[in-house]
């Protein structure tokens, strides 16, 4: 796995620079779970308050986030 991780062909700009923003865990792993717990933090008031009054919407929304998981980890 980890071998996998750091392919020579990823050391390119493209890697490097989504590895500092936070979007890949290729150089910086710590960076990458902070952002992930910020977005997180933001975003659960709007998940309770879907929770609590929009039921069905909720149903609706992680139905569709697990499918977008599933066909990522393809």
Known sequence: MILHAFRPDRFDASHIVASFAGMTTFITPQFWTIVIEIVASIAMPAIAFVV????????????LALLVNAKQHR
């Open 52 to 63: 609590l009054y929009r039921r069905q919407s909720f149903a609706c929304t992680l139905g």
